[in-house]
Structure formats: structure tokens, C-alpha cells
């Protein structure tokens, strides 16, 4: 009985699964075990084998087992049905434990032997006695066993043992065949459907008797109808083309000549008309004495494939891009018309030779990094690259490898690059003149945003860079300098140091501030107009290879130069050039502005504060002034103050606003001040009746202008000088109103009051006094709108903001508290002129203060 028809699970550690880990562990065992593991169990003569066995050991079963991860009965005598063939876990086998030992298994008694009692066979008592003999493959190790074994106990002899290792050596041999002819079965099926999915036709000349034999496929393929063939050559020479006859007839003739291959393409000629193309190879075989007997050899039909290839050759001769084709040799196979003319070689030229030999520069480049990286990895590659002479232009390609080789797509990208590379310095010198705008409109100190154009136009424009100014007295000096080397920056800036002391006036900078025209000069030729010195040593360690000056061009006067420097090697084009210029020039008229600016400002400002004098210094009082520019635009106004003394004694404070900023508004500021000045002093009036008549004076003189101005007079009675008080009569016109510090140091709310119109607008209108009544020591300040006023807020909360400021100043004498109020509220840089005028009140029988 099989010993794997029982299948009980043992206990775990006996020699069974010892022996099935074992085999389990050894991949080259397996591997040989799966080859020669028979494809269809219990063949003939497997079987004849176990029941050989079975017969001359006398016992009633025999099997051939194949041992892989599973034990497989390949053969067997005496089994139960259906055994062979079956498969079973290698731990439940004697035969496992036969192919892990070292020789035969031999077991007299399998009950009582501990190596296999508990394995289920022997346990279910089908199995008493057993003889196994591994079965060893190739790679020598056992692959499987051939076993004998029987229901009750027996002893076996060696004459046993031997016969039956003599019948093992037999079913390895049996197993060994049966694998060959498997394989053989394989491939003869696998070469079937390949020459059937291919369409190959075979064909065999017997040379000695003429006769020319064609498979079913190959006769079709030439138009015969079954059986219409007559089997000679001079049939298969009357298919073919004419124009083709001659070569094939030669191309045979050399292979029967040479004993060698035979190898052609041809067109058959169908009885329908149709022409076919076909591919030919094959090999002439010699008989013994050395004379060709035979010509054996496959065909197939490759019109679809010719097809195919003209219409890509079509498709690639028509493409505006060059294209060609390597082998796995490098040597070029394909070259359209668009690549013969790009690479300007034709193609009778190129095809057949070794791109490297063709093209020498290409080694050693991204060239041969990229088409070997390409075949080498399988993986497409794209790049942009410069080939030198004689082709001498930037191409852009795409190589993606095949099994043939490499085919590589190209354009000429010299023109497109030279666009680009125009179009990108085209913006980088347009980025150049937009920062240098920039930089000059961002400032008021044109001339220190002058100092750093070198920065703006160095590595950009030139390789290093001085920029010179002309001074005041006329003399030049160096004031800002860049290069483009970290390293020699220090080297530049002492040789802007003392150039200048050694430059003479033929020098290209010279030339250029005189003539105010730009000069282009070698460096050898600067090199050798500077004396012996410094200059002229560290000019020879920068090295510059030609040098341009530019000129910094004003309002009919030049201000400067710009010195552009290049080194060797450095490409000096006349955009560039160009470019620079036009930094010069911004640089100029920025520079001009600026001057003109400041001398109008020096004397817009020189005037108006001629007009704002100094205050008097009444004995019942002390007065102080102030006056702030705007910080922003034109630096004057038409904010104004005054104090004076009247004929009659009082004192008077004015302050006032003229509508507008700039020299028109301070002209009318000082006209409006000198008109109320002369009214008050003449006519000792009070302030609204100053007020009135300045407003008739306006109209009569037509100065067409519009004006806010608050006036306050200081006036005492004996009996108000007895009890220390001083009455403060005031007129508003259109103006904010004054602020009454008291001695105790809170501010004063004056009773409510409104403004009464601008000077300017109706001279009729009323205008109307105010009366407060003020303690000595009391503080009153009068200002204008640009102490409180701010774009981020409004003009109560600046108000609010003052109040607070003066409480907390109070104390603080009347100068000091003038300007920590200016640091306070406007921090020195008002955003509108700004103009003061306070007193503070004293007793007139102490000395003045200080």
C-alpha cells in the first residue's frame, strides 16, 4: 500500500519534519527537483521500473517519488487507485526520510524502528517493512526516492539493497529523458507558434537532384496553388520581380561558391499582379567531400514592414527637424535631408561611419555623456548643448534608445538662443535703469544715490566701475567704485583714492569732463598716461583690458563721469554701452535736479525766515518764536508769526497761514505780514479792527490770495498792573485758537468761540473781539495747523494731543517748552510748516528772565 494514503498529524520534532526542513533548505535541491519533476505522472517506464522492483524484491507495492516541497508519486506498483500522481506534505513520507540521509533507508520493522514509527504510514500499520534508495540529480543531491516496502516486518538482504540502488540509477536516467523530451516538446511548440505568429516559410535545395522544397506557407506566399508547385528553382526564379532576378540569382551563386549564408530581399511577383516583398535567409550545407550539397533556409512576406518603413522614411524626410539613427556601434543608419543639411554632411557621407569618427568634438561633451547615458539606462534623454566649428551652433536634442540602437532628434536653436539671450539682456539692462530710477527718485541726496550706481551697474555692464563728481570749486573727485571680484574691492578703492592726484587732463576722464562726450580706450593706453606711482601700479594689478567713460550731463555743464572697466576676455557690446549711458544720464539730470532744488530752497528759506524776525521783549512779558519747514517737497510756506509793541504800549502777537507751499505762498505770507505790521503799528487798533483792514487792504491791492491769522494784543490798566492781570484781546480769521497755559499748569477752555472768515474772501464781513482775563505767569501759545494735524488722524485728536503735551510741559521754561512740544507732536520733521509764538506773563518789577 502507498505510504501516503494515510495523512495523520503527528507530534511535532520527529524525524519526518526533521528531514522535510532539511530538504526545504537547499535551493539548488529544488530547483533540480522541479526539473526533473515529470510533467505527466506514471509514464511507461516509471511504472515498468517500480513494479521491477517490487517483482525481484518480493514485496506487493514499489514508487518513485520526486521530492520538491511536496512529495509527488510519480510511479507505483501495488498503490491504492489514484495514488500515482497524487501529492502529499514531505513530513508524512518515508521517502522524505530516505532522500535527507546519506544512503538507503533500510527498516526491517517499521513498528518498532524509532526513525519512522510515528511517521502515519507505519502508525496506521499499512507500512511493516521498507528499502528506500535516494534518487540523486545533476546538481548531487537527492531529488527524490525509489522505495519497496510491504504491510508486515521482513529483513532485507545487500543483495537487495544493491539491486535496488542499480534500478535508482535507472529512474534518475528515466527522469533525466523525460525532462529532455518535455523541454524538447516545449520548445518544438514555442518555435511552432512563433514561425506561425511570424509567417516564415521554410525551404530546402537538395543541390545534388535540383529538387527545391517549400513548406504549405512558403508555396502561398508566392502564389502557387497546393500541389501547382513543380518544385524547381526555375519556378522560384519566375515569381520574382526582373528587375531583382539578377541579384538573388548572384546572391545564391556566392552563397553556394563560399559555402557560407544567404541573405536577400525580393520582390515576388504574384499571378494576380500583386507584388510582394520578401526576406530571405539561409545556409549552404557541404557533403562529406567538402562540395556544397544542400540550401537550407526560411522566408517571410515584410511588404507590411517596407510599408511601414516608407512611410516613417516619408514621415522623417518631411520633418523640419534634422533626424538620425545610430546602431548599437554608433555607426549612423538613418539621416534625413533636414539632418544632412544641419550637420552638412550628406548622407552618402555619413551613413555606414562611427559618429565620434564623424564628429570628433562630440567626445568627451554632453554628447557622449547623454546618448551613453541614454543607452546604457534605456531612458529618453533631452538637452540643450553648443557644437563647435564647423557646425558651430546650439542645438536642442532628443535621444531616446531602441533595441537597435539610438535615434536622435535635433534643431538648430542658435537663432531662438540669440533672441533669448537678446530678450533677457534687453531686461536685465531694463532692470538696470528702472533700479537706478528708483534709487535716485527714493531720495533727496542725489548724490549719494550717485556714489552707489557702481553697485547697479557692476557685473551687469562692466566687470568694475569708479564714479566721479565735480566739486563745487571744479575740482573732480572719486566717490563711489564697485568690482565685480569680492577679492579686489579693497584693491579698486585705494585706486579711487589717489587716481585722481595722478590723472592727467588727456586722460580719458579728462577728455570726457571737458568735452562732455563719452571715450572708449585701451588699458595699455590709460596704463601708460599715468605717471610712475600708485595709481598707476594698482591700475596695472586690476588689469582692465579697455576702459569707456561716460559723462554725467547736467543742465548745459557736465557733473561727472562713470568709468566702466573690462577685463580680459570681456565682451564690450554697444548695448551695454548704450545702457550705461542712459544711467549717466538719469544720474546727471537727478544730480542737476538736486542742485537747482537745493539753491531754490537755500534761497526760498533764506527769505522767509528774513521775514520772520525776532520778537520784542515787552517788560510785562517774555516772548519766543519758532519756526519748522515741512520735511517733504518744497521746504517753504506761508506760515507765519509776529510780535510787536504798538504805539500806545500793548503788546501784539499775530500768526497766520497763507494758503499753499511754495515761493508764491511765502512771497504773500511776507506781503500779508508787512500790510497787518504797518496797520497795527499806525493805527493802534485792536485786533479786529487789524483784521478788517488788512482784508479792505487785500481787496484794493488785489493780491488774490487766501489767509488764516489770529492776532492777540496784551493790553493793562494801573489798577489791572496793581492787582497783576493782564487782559488778552483777540480776533480769529478762519485760524485755530490760542491756548491758555495757567500758572497752576492747567489749560485754560476758552469760552466757545467760531472763527470768524478768511482773509481773501469778503472784506465786508464783521469781525468780531474776544476778551480773556489772564494771572501772571499764565503762558499763551499761538500756532499753526501743522503742529496738530496728521494724515492718519484728525484735527481734534491732534488737539487733544497738544493739550496734553502743554499740561504735562507746563512747568518747563517758555524755550524749552517751544521745542519739546515740536519733538513731541511733529519729531522735528513736521509733514507742514510749522510756526510758533508764545508769552509768558510776569511781574514787571522782577529782572527779565534769562
Known sequence: MDDTTVRTVVGSGHLGERSAMELRRDPDRLDDARRLRPGRPGTLALDRLAELASRLLGTPAGQVSVLTDVQLVAAGTGLAPGAVGSEGPLEDSLCTVTAAGTGALVVADAWADERVRDLPPVASRQIGAYLGIPLTGHAGTAIGALC???????????????????????????????ALVEEFEADRVRWGLAIDAAGIGTFDWDLVTGRLSWDDRLTTMFGYEPGSFDETIEAFTARLHPDDVLRVTETLQ?????????????????PDGETRWVHARGRTLTGPDGSAVRVLGAANDTTGERAGAARVTRVLEAMPAGFYSLDREWRFTHVNAEAERLLGSSRDELLGKVLWDAFPAAVNSIFEDSYRSAVRTGVPVSF??????????????????????????????????RVQEQAERSARRLAILAQVSSELAGTLDARSATARLPRL???????????????????????????????????????????????????????????????REAGSTLLGLLPAGEARDLLGVLRPESVAVLPLRGRGRILGVVTLYFRPGSAVEDEDLATAQDVADRA??????ARLYSAQQQLAEGLQRSLLTEPPQPDHGEIAVRYLPAAEAARVGGDWYDAFLQPGGATMLVIGDVVGHDTEAAAAMGQLRGLLRGIAAYSDAGPAEVLRGLDASMTTLQTRTLATATVARFEQTPEERERGITRMRWANAGHLPPLVINPDGSVAELASWKGDLLLGVDHEARRRESVVTLDRGATVLLYTDGLVERRDADLDTGLVRLRDTL???ADRPLEELLDEVLERLVHGRPEDDVALVAVRLHRQDLPRPA
Do not use: K
Open 254 to 270: 556566392h552563397s553556394i561558391a563560399t559555402r557560407g549564408e544567404y541573405d536577400a530581399e525580393y520582390r515576388v511577383v504574384r
Open 457 to 519: 551697474v557692476v557685473p551687469a555692464l562692466a566687470d568694475f566701475c569708479v564714479v566721479t563728481l565735480v566739486e563745487p570749486d571744479g575740482r573732480p573727485r572719486d566717490v563711489g567704485s564697485w568690482h565685480a571680484d569680492p577679492a579686489a574691492r579693497a584693491l579698486l578703492d585705494r585706486y579711487a583714492a589717489v587716481r585722481m592726484e595722478s590723472m592727467p587732463a588727456v586722460s580719458p576722464v579728462g577728455r570726457a569732463l571737458v568735452s562732455g562726450e563719452p571715450v
Open 148 to 178: 519497496v516496502f510491504g504491510p508486515e516486518p521482513r529483513a532485507w538482504s545487500e543483495t537487495d539493497i544493491t539491486t535496488l540502488r542499480q534500478l535508482a540509477e535507472s529512474a534518475v536516467t528515466e527522469l533525466e529523458l523525460s
Open 807 to 809: 499740561i504735562e510741559l
Open 588 to 593: 546727471g539730470l537727478a544730480l542737476d535736479n
Open 384 to 417: 540643450d548643448a553648443y557644437y563647435p566649428a564647423p557646425l558651430d551652433g546650439w542645438y536642442e536634442l532628443r535621444a531616446w534608445p531602441s533595441p537597435d540602437g539610438l535615434s536622435v532628434y535635433f534643431l538648430d536653436v542658435t537663432e531662438r538662443r
